[in-house]
Structure formats: structure tokens, C-alpha cells
């Protein structure tokens, strides 16, 4: 009896220290062909600060594209429920890029902008052409009412992962965001986006900041207290090693003495050149 009860005790623990690895595992959606098509068809400029995409690769490679697209579909509510939150945003960031790549190819190559796609009656981020998550929806309704929810991830950094297939948009990275990376990738795409001084740069002529759109835009993401940071500036102080190599630029961004203001946004599709 005494080695009957040892046996199952055994077997309970073995049972114990196995379950929560398998339930981890499970958790971890499969993103290989979306990284084997950003590997191939994503090329990083300027040390990585921004990227093109080979739009015409990706075209070759649709069927593989909508492969994965299929297999974020497949996805249901009660399982992507399940998982941990960084697993769902990496899953929602991925498909954001990809149905985004899939929407330029529609039209490809006979536009020079996203905008393109779009009508006076209905930009291209409010076209309902995605399943995910059992409804159809749009662009829009991925990252304003999921991504964006507050609530839900309270992640300002998605503005530096999110790619609107334009220059002016943060790169899109050549490489499928993952639930066990994802901090320290939204960090690099950070870190990259504002080091770019054709889209971030502090003006020593004028002595004000210049930044992006994205920062005019959604604002409130960098003031609800999200990783701490109340206000822009504080933001800005923050990233102030991204944004300049002057110590007294620094001191002055740490110090809120730094006036902002944001530049204009290039639309124009980033495609390879």
C-alpha cells in the first residue's frame, strides 16, 4: 500500500510539473510563415530606424500570406481569451501588419499611397474585409477598438508597431512579434522610430522638438499614466537618449523645457525602392 501511495504521488507531481509547460506551450500561436515573409521581403534602412517592403515579393508570395491570414482567422474568442495578455497583443499586432500588406496588395501596383484604396465615403481603415475573432472586421476596429482599448493592454508603444504601410509610419519590422519578446521588441521598435531624424529631431535653430503625427494623433496614449508617463514631455524625457546625443538637449527635455511640435505626415507607400 505505502508504494502504491508513493507511485501515485509521483505520478501527481510529474503530472504537476508538466501541465503548466503544456498550457504555455499551447498558448503560443504559430507565427513562422508571417516571420519567414517579413524575413524574406522586409528590408531595414537606415541601421534599422525604418524599413520598405518588397511589395512585389509579397505579391509573388501571396498564397503563402494568405495562409496566415487563414490561420489568424481560425482563431476563436474562448481560445484567444485563454491566452496571456502579451501572447493576444503580439497576436493583434501581427495581424494588424499582415491584413494590412494583404489590403496594399488588392491594389498593387497601381497605387502610391494606402490612401488610394480609400473613397470620400470610406477610408481604407474602415473597410470591413478581416475575420478574426468570428466578426469581419476592419483595420480600424483592430487597433482602435482592440489594441487601443484602455483597458485592455495599456500599451502606448503599439503606435512604434502598428504599420499603416506608409514612410511616414515606424518601421515595419522584419520579424513576427511573439507573446515571450514582446516587451523588448515594442522597446526596440521604440527606441528606432524616435532615433530617425527625418521624422524626430530637435531643431537647433528653432529649439523645439519636431516630432511626428503620431504623437499629435494619439496623445492621450502617452498621458494616461501608462508605464508611468503622465504627459508627452514626459515621454520625450524618458527617450531622451533616442532622440539626441546633446547632454544639455537631454537635460533640457528631462527638465519639460522643450517646446514640440509635429511635422507633417508622408503618406506614400513604403515600398522598396
Known amino acids: 500500500m505505502q508504494t502504491l501511495k508513493k507511485l501515485l504521488m509521483a505520478a501527481l507531481l510529474t503530472l504537476a510539473t508538466i501541465l503548466p509547460t503544456t498550457s504555455a506551450t499551447a498558448a503560443e500561436f504559430d507565427h513562422s510563415i508571417w516571420q519567414d515573409l517579413l524575413q524574406k521581403n522586409v528590408v531595414l534602412i537606415k541601421g534599422g530606424q525604418a524599413s520598405q517592403v518588397d511589395y512585389e515579393a509579397m505579391l509573388k508570395a501571396r498564397p503563402q500570406l494568405q495562409q496566415y491570414l487563414a490561420q489568424l482567422s481560425a482563431v476563436s474568442t474562448s481560445e484567444f481569451a485563454s491566452w496571456p495578455k502579451t501572447e493576444q497583443l503580439a497576436f493583434l499586432l501581427n495581424a494588424y501588419n499582415a491584413f494590412t500588406v494583404e489590403l ?133 524625457a524618458h527617450y531622451a537618449d533616442s532622440l539626441t546625443d546633446s547632454p544639455e538637449i537631454k537635460q533640457a527635455l528631462i527638465a519639460n523645457k522643450v517646446d514640440v511640435v509635429f511635422l507633417d505626415y508622408n503618406w506614400n507607400l513604403n515600398r522598396k525602392q
Open 104 to 236: 496594399v496588395l488588392t491594389k498593387y501596383p497601381k497605387l502610391k499611397s494606402i490612401k488610394d484604396i480609400g473613397s470620400i465615403v470610406q477610408s481604407p481603415w474602415k473597410k470591413r474585409f478581416v475575420p478574426l475573432l468570428g466578426e469581419m472586421r476592419s483595420l480600424d476596429d483592430i487597433e482602435q477598438g482592440m489594441i487601443r482599448k484602455v483597458g485592455d493592454y495599456n500599451e502606448p508603444r503599439i503606435h512604434f508597431a502598428a504599420n499603416c504601410a506608409s514612410i511616414g509610419c515606424p518601421a515595419l519590422r522584419n520579424e513576427a512579434y511573439t507573446g515571450a519578446q514582446l516587451d523588448a521588441q515594442l522597446e526596440a521598435a521604440t527606441k528606432a522610430f524616435l532615433s530617425d531624424q527625418t521624422r524626430n529631431r530637435y531643431n537647433t535653430q528653432t529649439n523645439k522638438l519636431e516630432v511626428s503625427k503620431i504623437f499629435d494623433w494619439y496623445k492621450k496614449d502617452f498621458e494616461r499614466g501608462w508605464h508611468g508617463w503622465k504627459s508627452l514631455n514626459e515621454f520625450f
